[in-house]
């Protein structure tokens, strides 16, 4: 799990343009779309909906763009019809990277993730390669001066929390993802800062990357991100906050 964290801190930074907003507005409107399409427009009903429609919140999406979304997805505004898969590959360094993809052209997806793979040095592997070195798992990150640990700990694990660890920018809680709701709400009710929440793919292990391949791979998962069908990109590179922090800089 080490390295989630600090990668999710170097996203926030760089992704405060505001053509990245715009970016990031249409994915989470595709995904209140396919929620409301799979399960219903109920979000008391629907724990899909009820966590896009947080997530968009959260990025300060207007609520008549939320409503509209689900509209479309429960069939009272025509909408196009998207399929959800996964992708896989490896990047530099034997990384392993998982995509989550909304698409209405499977095979133009294909074309352009394929291309960020090969611009990155990786390749675009087959359905499998590596979906099993990845769980789903709510992330949480606490944030916030003169957290008192014992608490925290006692707090998240008596919510059913899976685990509780320290990273440089706070504290990242682990669950289950059937606890994520309950964990999430329970913390904030405890008075607890959220930076952030999310269910998410773990890498049961990471694979150090470093140097010129950190740059390479980072440059790459940034293209891949920009392609607007990719969801989520995922992976199990490890890249200290020095490298990161040389990058970005």
């Not at 959260?58 to 763009?65: G, R, T």
């Not at 070195?133 to 929390?161: C, N, P, Q, T, Y």
Request: proline content about 1%; overall charge negative.
């Amino acid at each position: 799990m080490a390295g989630h964290s600090k990668w999710a801190n170097i996203k926030r930074r760089k992704g405060a343009q505001d053509s990245a907003r715009g970016k990031r507005f249409t994915k989470l409107i595709r995904e209140i779309t396919v929620a409301a399409r799979m399960g219903g427009g109920d979000m008391d009903a629907n724990a899909r909906l009820r966590l896009a429609v947080d997530k968009a919140r959260s990025q300060s999406m207007p609520k008549d763009n939320i409503a509209r979304a689900i509209s479309k997805g429960t069939g009272d505004i025509d909408t196009d019809n998207w399929e959800e898969l996964t992708m896989e590959g490896y990047g530099v360094g034997g990384v392993a990277v998982l995509l989550e993809i909304l698409t209405d052209n499977r095979n133009r997806t294909t074309s352009e993730v394929r291309h960020a793979f090969t611009k990155g040095n990786g390749n675009l592997g087959t359905n499998g390669c590596v979906a099993f070195m990845f769980h789903r798992k709510g992330v949480l990150l606490v944030s916030g001066e003169d957290i008192d640990e014992d608490e925290l700990m006692m707090s998240a694990l008596d919510l059913d929390a899976e685990d509780v660890s320290q990273e440089e920018d706070g504290w990242e809680i682990l669950t289950e993802p059937e606890s994520f709701e309950s964990v999430r709400d329970g913390l904030q009710t405890a008075g607890f800062h959220l930076e952030s929440a999310e269910l998410t793919f773990v890498p049961d292990n990471t694979q150090e990357v470093e140097g010129a391949q950190a740059d390479t791979f980072i440059r790459m998962v940034e293209t891949l991100e920009e392609c607007d069908d990719v969801q989520a990109v995922h992976h199990n590179a490890e890249i200290s906050a020095e490298e990161l922090a040389r990058i970005v800089n």
